[in-house]
């Protein structure tokens, strides 16, 4: 049950690695920011498997926070793409 | 063992969104599918740890992060591709149809 685990949180941080690529690769800039809010989502359910791995609830604590966090950028950034100053 | 199926449920759509990113023409196909498929495998990995520690301390952090997740991800995902627009990217040759031109003028 356990090894069967482990083999999903490494499918996950695989995935990670996918969106990396786009990160590195993406023809546009806002290829990349798509990436990096998607790698930002998948993190979440890194973390939210390493707390069942290892039975400590903290970990969820670091995936509602960098939620936030994500979300926060993703709007900064979409707001840098359409040209606007960030009080408007 | 329920939650463990769960947990595989969400995986498997993480990797369909992870496709979808990788291999889609251009970046509004590439949003619409990876945002869609990754929320939706990331709130069903939060559902088999509330599955797997039941209402506990980490079960209800788990509960609390999924409508967090489900919100701030389709809202992030809006604002960016409406700026993707205003910034000018081009859509690919195979599209056939943009309404959002008509809305602008």
């Not at chain 1, 979300?71 to 606007?84: E, H, P, R």
Request: with cysteine; net charge positive; proline share 2%.
């Amino acid at each position: 049950m356990n090894t069967w685990l482990e083999i999903l949180l490494y499918v996950q941080i695989a995935l990670s690695g996918l969106c990396l690529y786009r990160i590195i690769r993406g023809p546009t800039i806002p290829d990349r920011m798509v990436a990096i809010d998607i790698f930002g989502i998948l993190v979440v359910g890194v973390c939210a498997i390493i707390s069942i791995d290892t039975g400590k609830s903290f970990i969820l604590d670091i995936g509602i926070a960098w939620i936030i966090l994500s979300f926060i950028g993703t709007l900064t950034l979409a707001k840098y793409l359409s040209g606007k100053k960030l009080n408007e | 063992m329920i939650a463990l199926i769960v947990i595989s449920i969400g995986i498997l759509f993480n990797l369909f969104g992870c496709i979808g990113l990788l291999r889609l023409p251009d970046v509004y196909n590439r949003l619409q599918a990876a945002t869609k498929c990754v929320t939706l495998g990331c709130c069903s990995i939060l559902a088999g740890v509330l599955i797997h520690f039941g209402f506990t301390e980490a079960g209800i952090k788990a509960l609390i992060a999924v409508p967090l997740l489900f919100f701030s991800s389709t809202v992030a995902a809006h604002a960016l591709i409406r700026g993707t627009y205003h910034f000018g990217v081009k859509m690919s040759d195979k599209s056939v149809k943009d309404d959002y031109k008509d809305v602008e003028k």
